[in-house]
């Protein structure tokens, strides 16, 4: 499910500062950011450069974004404000050229007119829409959705997703005709779904996602300040909505005073610190993206506290949007950090993990958690694998695999996707154990669910069974000459991962490394080369 999907790749991103995740995101939705810009700068450059910059701001608001995002409703918004801060900057010059492109867009004989009137309005009226009227519209029309894929994104029946569509248009008719626009909404329709996103310029994609993933290194000083002006409104928005609410429960409840307070357990302490301040060290920002880590004197001080650390670390992934002030997505890797750092000693707390494990807002979270404590707690991350909600398997199944990663596996040699968390400690056994054969067995058999994400993850996961090759080289390349391209880049680094057990592999590898996708060309060669000069995961 695309939905799923993006956010798996943000998650992705926001752990390990994955590059291809990213430039996954961005070849995905390049064109409705910068049909967005256009439209509202009203010039090809000017857009290129919001564009850019909103995809800065995803590199930097990935770790920040929640499991239930609808990562293209939220790039559009975002676009708003980076379009908004370009404007106020470059008033005059936008005006003048917009004016000429209007002019010249007009003066061409082919041109639509039902677009040419409503290209100039549609923005500021999608704004006005409500949150869940304008991402009906932005999936059905910027990203050509079906109703079935709306449905999914805003988690409703399909029928309920079709009227959403269908008033929503309704909704934006009655805007335009208030601008002075008749149109009706068959016509908004058309025109809108013929002309909202063009296709990219070639290679505007990849400079993009380079300059994002480069904290900035590669982009002009007129981008960055269009970056650091967006997140202002964008803040300014928050605090308006904040204060709108605020006021309503005042002007609803008289001059009585509402304050909703959230209960937390009490925290320990270790050395005059609370845990929370010990925490932090689990989780790093870097250059390339984000680190999490289980050792040193952080880990010491987890387990010094003990038994009394576990109602709050339970209490940090359950938390809804945030804990003490602290973001969901960093509350989660803090978590996990810790109770990899406890092991065994917090296999009480893998009951109630596993309950975490079942809903889509803690299910990463407590995946990664269980990931390092014993081998009791694989249990629970394979029964997840058969959880009807796709988002709870992906990430279970990523657990499983990362909790099963070699202990001798060397930054140097590691799979991409695999986070800081699992080689911190190189002398530590893995946390899963090495013989876990109902666990393989479960991974192969998601190598065949019926959610592609699912599919990619398992086949990365069994990349770490290097121990099995027997049994697991002939699943990945199953996998490997299947149709799905996010699964046969997983499958084709897995097999990687074998090096030279990996010998019969070589003719399917040739033909991956001649593929028409770039990206499994690159991956391929990777993976050849590791098999021919004896690179492999020793177990």
């Not at 300040?225 to 928005?237: E, R």
Request: glycine fraction near 6%.
């Amino acid at each position: 499910m695309m939905m799923c999907d993006d956010m798996t790749l943000v998650r992705e991103f926001a752990a390990s500062g994955s590059e291809p995740a990213f430039a996954m995101l961005v070849e995905r939705h390049i064109g409705l950011v910068l049909s967005a810009a256009r439209r509202q700068a009203g010039d090809d450059h000017l857009a290129e450069e919001i564009t850019q910059a909103v995809f800065i701001i995803l590199a930097r608001k990935a770790a920040t974004l929640g499991p239930k995002t609808i990562l293209a409703a939220w790039l559009y918004r975002t676009t708003r404000y980076a379009a908004a801060d370009a404007l106020k900057i470059n008033r005059r010059r936008a005006a003048r050229e917009q004016a000429a492109y209007m002019q010249s867009t007009l003066n061409e004989p082919t041109a639509d007119e039902a677009w040419n009137q409503l290209a100039p309005l549609l923005d500021d009226a999608l704004n006005e829409l409500g949150q869940t009227d304008r991402a009906a519209l932005v999936l059905r029309f910027f990203e050509n959705k079906t109703a079935r894929e709306i449905a999914e994104a805003l988690r409703m029946e399909e029928a309920a997703a079709h009227k959403r569509v269908t008033r929503a248009l309704e909704k934006l008719r009655a805007l335009f005709m208030k601008r002075g626009l008749t149109l009706t909404a068959t016509v908004i329709a058309g025109a809108v779904s013929a002309n909202s996103t063009p296709a990219a310029p070639a290679g505007l994609a990849k400079i993009i996602s380079a300059a994002a993933v480069a904290k900035e290194a590669a982009a002009g000083s007129s981008t960055l300040t269009l970056v650091k002006g967006a997140l202002k409104l964008m803040a300014w928005s928050k605090v308006k909505v904040a204060v709108a609410v605020g006021a309503s429960i005042l002007l609803a409840t008289g001059t009585a005073t509402m304050v909703v307070k959230t209960v937390y357990p009490p925290e320990p302490s270790y050395q005059g610190k609370l845990l929370t301040e010990w925490t932090k060290a689990f989780y790093q920002r870097t250059k390339t993206g984000y680190t999490t880590s289980s050792g040193g004197v952080p880990g010491d001080a987890v387990k010094a506290m003990g038994k009394k650390a576990f109602p709050t670390l339970l209490q940090m992934i359950a938390a809804k949007k945030s804990y003490h002030g602290i973001p969901q997505p960093d509350a989660q890797l803090q978590a996990a950090g810790a109770f990899r750092s406890l092991g065994p000693a917090a296999e009480s707390c893998i009951p109630e993990l596993e309950k975490l494990l079942n809903h889509p807002g803690t299910v990463w979270g407590a995946a990664q958690s269980l990931s390092g404590i014993s081998p009791k707690a694989a249990g629970p991350l394979i029964r997840a694998l058969s959880n009807t909600n796709e988002s709870v398997r992906v990430f279970a199944a990523s657990a499983l695999g990362h909790g099963m990663a070699s202990d001798v596996l060397g930054k140097a040699n590691r799979p991409s996707h695999m986070p800081a968390s699992i080689l911190k400690d190189l002398s530590a056994p893995p946390p899963l154990g090495l013989d876990a054969k109902e666990a393989i067995n479960a991974l192969i058999v998601c190598t065949k669910d019926s959610d592609v994400s699912v599919r990619a993850v398992a086949s990365s996961a069994l990349g770490n069974i290097t121990q099995e090759p027997d049994v697991v080289l002939p699943v990945l390349l199953e996998v490997l000459n299947s149709s799905d391209l996010q699964p046969r880049r997983m499958a084709t680094q897995a097999i990687g991962m074998f090096g030279p057990q990996a010998h019969d592999a070589i003719p399917a590898l040739n033909i991956a490394a001649s593929d028409s996708d770039k990206d499994l060309q690159r991956i391929a060669k990777q993976a050849l080369d590791r098999i021919q000069n004896g690179l492999v995961t020793k177990q």
